[in-house]
């Protein structure tokens, strides 16, 4: 489980073909602290971490990851959002998030306002009951919250430090994302979904 609230944005040092899928090496400044077989949130996806030493760790990505999320998008030197798996003794600062993309969007504006960054979203239609204005969402692992939806777009307002300590900064017009929606609001979509059947 994780909070989305980024704590290191890393490096992609290497990627290796697998077959049916890819070993990816990324360069962070905790690695050394990372341990075999932890979780950890790569823009938004959990992995488990392979191996690791002072400067970098390893994880290995399926073929479902792949097709289903941008990490099959990502190439060497690509920056990544990083963050370790919450501890019981943890801050939830942001907002639940599991590390499960539920589907990737296309970024189709990015504008300024202010000292602010206006980011709209396109997501397929029918998810569109998932998002709700002031809602949260985690765009590429980070939790945001919806400041305006309409029809199957949504836009969040980010904040100059997440812009600078996220890859958000990396980010243009028709660059794909990861998103996961409110998992409080999944539950309530089901539970409404097996009272009508």
Not at 13 to 21: A, E, H, V, W, Y
Request: charged letters at 20%; hydrophobic letters at 35%.
């Amino acid at each position: 489980m994780f909070t989305g609230i980024i704590k290191s944005v890393g490096t992609v040092q290497n990627i290796i073909s697998l077959d049916g899928g890819k070993e990816i090496a990324i360069a962070a400044d905790f690695a050394g602290k990372l341990s075999v077989d932890e979780s950890i949130s790569i823009n938004g996806v959990c992995h488990t971490v392979t191996a690791c030493d002072k400067q970098t760790f390893t994880v290995q990505s399926v073929e479902e990851t792949l097709r289903k999320t941008t990490i099959g998008n990502l190439g060497v030197e690509s920056p990544v959002n990083l963050e370790r798996s919450m501890s019981p003794d943890q801050l939830l600062d942001g907002h639940i998030v599991q590390g499960h993309v539920d589907v990737t969007g296309i970024i189709k504006n990015i504008e300024q306002e202010g000292s602010d960054w206006l980011f709209t979203v396109e997501y397929p239609r029918e998810h569109s009951s998932l998002i709700v204005g002031r809602g949260s969402i985690a765009i590429d692992g980070i939790s945001l919250t919806v400041a305006e939806e309409t029809g199957n777009r949504f836009t969040v307002a980010i904040i100059p430090y997440t812009y600078e300590h996220t890859n958000l900064y990396s980010k243009s017009v028709g660059d794909a994302v990861n998103l996961e929606f409110d998992i409080l609001g999944k539950y309530v979509q089901k539970h409404l979904q097996s009272r009508e059947d």
